[in-house]
Structure formats: structure tokens, C-alpha cells
């Protein structure tokens, strides 16, 4: 039998460490789980164990990720309404929770010294933003829109979501109290409200334009490398003419400044990076899951929202971007038109100076050249 390489010896382990891991955690919890115990369990010493994950939490995240990836997808959705759509991701949210008999832990349950640590808190904060922001632009894509565009819907997912982790919380310290019809039952009605939502960033006229670039853009590869979209579950384009953020998990909301104000049709891909990647990236990995899963049973295709989402835990697609060090506060954008980055902008407000430059060079295109340079 042939000797497996340095490579394959370490996916073996790391495989090997999971598995242990989520043995651990379902016997013990995660409060007596232990590092040590973990190891025992998997075979291999404590440093191997941290040779593969940062501890015990990171751990944790990556075997609720992993089972949240792996889970069965559900049929997809009928063409709904609003609130039918905030009802049915209600249900499938629901049955999640501790509140149904033998429910697996998941993002929205996790316990609360996982989260009792801003590392974990403000990431874990702007990934339900993300969801917001996901969740809202899928109900715009059911709702009739109004003079060309349909009316935001982000506060009322915000809402929903509020609603839903309230019921979480509840269902841990209250068992009992949480009705699950109820729950559905209310965010039924929250789609049919009108929360006046508008799409305003107040730091709109203080963002400087984008730098006006020509380079190439490495990360248009080919299609054997293009990276995985965390929604829709299929490689990106990265060639595609469009704007590229970098971001890091404590800047996602952002991202909306490019989908808002990008020219239409182009496409809008996040690229989430981490300076704590072995420990954050998985509850990225968790939550975008547990979304997809809800978004599925609530949403049919042609209302999914067009953003883009990949990760980049080793930081490879945000050094094509040009960004080399990257922390939770990283916000850089690009604009790519035909494999060459044509603008980039860097720190806050990046996102929405980017594609607001391209929108306004889509215009002056459109317009035969009149009103201005082409970034």
C-alpha cells in the first residue's frame, strides 16, 4: 500500500478530529465537552487536535457548518407571496429550534457562552445583517414593484429575523413559552407591512470616487477554479463584468451599498475574508447554511437575490484584489469590466463608491460618451 502524502495525512486527521468532535459534543455538550477528550475520542494527541483547529469553539462551528452543508435540500418553493414566503421561512426556521423534539443545536441555538465573547458577537451580528439583507432583497424579488423597482424590504426581514431569534432565546431559557404556530403565524403578517424602508446611506456625499485603474484582474480564472457561491451553490463567475468586495466579517453590511447602487444586470459577488479564519469562517459557513436551507423552502428561484457571496479563508481572491492584509474590518471593492479591474476603492464606503462609479460609467456609456469619464 502506498504511503499517503504530507497532505492526505493531514485531511485524514482533520476528517478524523471532526468526526471525534461531534461525537463529543453530542454526548456531552458543548459546555463538558473538552479538547482533551476530543483527541482521545479521534486517536491522536491534543496537539493534533490544535494543529488542525484553533479550539474547542472553532470546532464546534466547523461541525455544525459541515452538517448544515450536508443536509438534505429542501423541494423547492411555489411562487408565493410576501407573507406566505415570511411564513413557510418561519416553519422551516421553527424546526430548528429546541422547541421540536430532538431538534439538532444550529446557528440561531448556539449556546451562549459560545457567543459571550465580542470576537464571536460582532461577526455573529453582521452575518444576521447579511441575512437581513438577503432575506429582504428575495421578498423584493415577490413583491409587484413600483415604478420600475420594487420597494425594500430589508427592515421587514430585519423584523422577522429579530422575531425568530427572540423565539430562540426563548425556547433555551423558557421552554415552553415559544408557540411555534404563533411565531409563523406572525411573521406571516410582517410581510404584508409597510415600513416606509428606504435605501439611504448617510455618508453618501462624503465618499471619495474610486481610484481609476488598468490591471488585470488574476482572479479570472477558469471555470475548474472558480469558487463556490454560499447561496446559490454554484461556481462564480469571477470574469463576469460586475463589482468584487472584500470584506471582512464585521463590515457585511456594506455590501448593500453595491447591490443598491450597481448599474443593472451587473453582477455583485462578496468575497468575505477573516482575521481569524479557522475560528469565524465556519460560522460564516453555519449561518449562510442554515439560510440557504430557509431560503429554500420559502423562496422559488426566480426571487433569490443575484448577490454573490464566496468565502476566501486563505485570503488568495482578496490578494487579486489587490488587498495583502486582511482583518474583520477590511472593506475594498473593485470594479472588473472584461478580466481587467478598471476602479478600485479601499476603507469605508469602498463598496458603494465602487458601484456607484460604475453605474455612472454604464450612464455615460449608454449616453454615447456624454457626462463624464469612464472609470
Known sequence: MSRLTRAETQQRNRAGVLSAARAEFAARGYREATVDGI???AGLTRGAVYSN????RALYFAVLADDAERAPEPPPAPARTPGEALGAYAR????RLPVATGAPPSGLDLAPEVLDDDRVRRPFAQLLKLQAILLG?????LAPASRGRAQRRVRVAEAALTTLQGASVLAQTSPGFVEPFHIVATCEHLGGLDLHDRWQPLYADYVAPPRPADEPWPAAGGEESAPLDAVHGEPVDLRADGVVAVLGLHRLAAIEDAVRAAPPGAQVTAVLVSGAPGELMPLARLMLAEFRRCLCAAFPRRAWPGLRIVYD?????AAAAGVDAVS???ESAVRVVSGRITARAEGYGACL???RAAAAST???AGGGRGGSVV
Open 92 to 95: 422551516a426556521t421553527m424546526a
Open 353 to 355: 463608491a465602487t458601484a
Open 39 to 41: 483527541a482521545e475520542r
Open 137 to 141: 432583497l428575495a421578498l423584493e424579488g
Open 313 to 317: 479563508e486563505s485570503g488568495a481572491l
Open 363 to 365: 450612464a455615460s456609456a
Open 53 to 56: 483547529f484553533p479550539g474547542k
Open 328 to 330: 474583520d474590518a477590511t
